[in-house]
């Protein structure tokens, strides 16, 4: 299998694809001239009602032409993961949750040979968070990144913010660009991109106060900020990253603090009257998406069938 995406497993027969005469093995390069790098790239760029396919078969390039209606499935299933290659999560946060999962590779005595390997990959990937609902950093963005999200409005996206503290959030997620995320979510709002918020609390290095200034700096981007979701810290007896840098070491929630802070968090999350903003539909699938701005091809997440808090 060819290390890129674009690998043909089936195709759907009396499809626009089994029409134009693709065939299982056949490795689709180009959609009207833009190379497909993944999942995210096909479905884009698929969405057009003419369409030219260059591919390549027993290593000889070809091209078809295909007419297809704007909301047609090609008929293509692809033999790959969404994308070859996952961008890996470059933090250290302190409450990584796979530092809580034991040892793979160089285990202890008396403790367990670790786990399946995927649960071990620690991803901060945009694509992922935008076709699975896996929470990334926003930490890792490329200029070039950020022009994609904005060519095709991968929305909504689904952040982990844990503070928005700017010094705070550096020494929580141990990385210097950590502390631009209330610029990095307006950003994405300017492109029309919405994102689905968790702060994981750590008792008490982002509590009290701290949870306080978040909800509300958080509160005050709607409607570009959807929900925000407030999740206590887990850990495990293999967490061995428990003291880091400056901030004081990690524990549990006490059963009464874990009560006072449903409480509080209840509080905050009663509905108040909505911004007034102006809305857009997607012409890919007609759903209306808050804040939106305008944009001739554009999508949206499928349901998600998988939801993994990966950042």
């Known amino acids: 299998m060819p290390k890129m995406y674009g690998w043909v497993r089936e195709v759907v027969p009396e499809s626009p694809a089994d029409q134009a005469g693709l065939q299982p093995g056949d490795l689709i390069r180009t959609i009207n001239g833009h190379a497909i790098r993944d999942l995210v790239d096909y479905r884009f760029y698929v969405a057009d009602e003419e369409l030219t396919i260059g591919f390549e078969r027993q290593m000889n390039q070809h091209e078809i032409q295909i007419s297809k209606t704007y909301d047609e499935n090609l008929g293509v299933l692809f033999g790959e993961e969404p994308a070859p290659f996952i961008r890996q999560c470059a933090n250290k946060c302190v409450f990584c949750f796979i530092k809580g999962l034991p040892e793979r590779f160089a285990t202890q005595p008396g403790l367990p040979h670790g ?19 896996n929470f990334i950093t926003l930490t890792n963005l490329k200029e070039h990144d950020w022009q994609r999200l904005d060519e095709q409005k991968l929305t909504p996206l689904y952040v982990s913010v844990h503070t928005t503290d700017p010094d705070l959030r550096r020494k929580m997620v141990d990385g210097p660009r950590a502390g631009d995320i209330i610029d990095h979510i307006q950003r994405l709002g300017s492109m029309g991109i919405t994102c689905h918020t968790q702060l994981v609390l750590c008792p008490p290095i982002n509590d009290g ?5 978040s909800i509300q700096d958080l509160a005050k981007l709607r409607p570009i900020v959807e929900s925000i979701s407030v999740v206590p810290v887990g850990l495990t007896k293999y967490n061995n990253m428990i003291k880091m840098g400056e901030l004081p070491p990690l524990r549990h929630y006490t059963p009464a603090e874990a009560e006072a802070r449903l409480s509080h968090t209840s509080a905050a999350s009663r509905p108040t009257a909505p911004k007034a903003t102006h809305s857009s539909t997607s012409p890919t699938n007609g759903t209306t998406s808050p804040g939106a701005t305008s944009h001739p091809r554009s999508i949206t997440a499928p349901t998600r069938r998988l939801r993994t808090a990966s950042a």
């Open 209 to 213: 106060p701290h949870l306080d200034r």
């Open 115 to 133: 786990m399946r390997s995927t649960l071990y990959i620690k991803d901060d990937d945009y694509r992922y968070s935008f076709l699975f609902g």
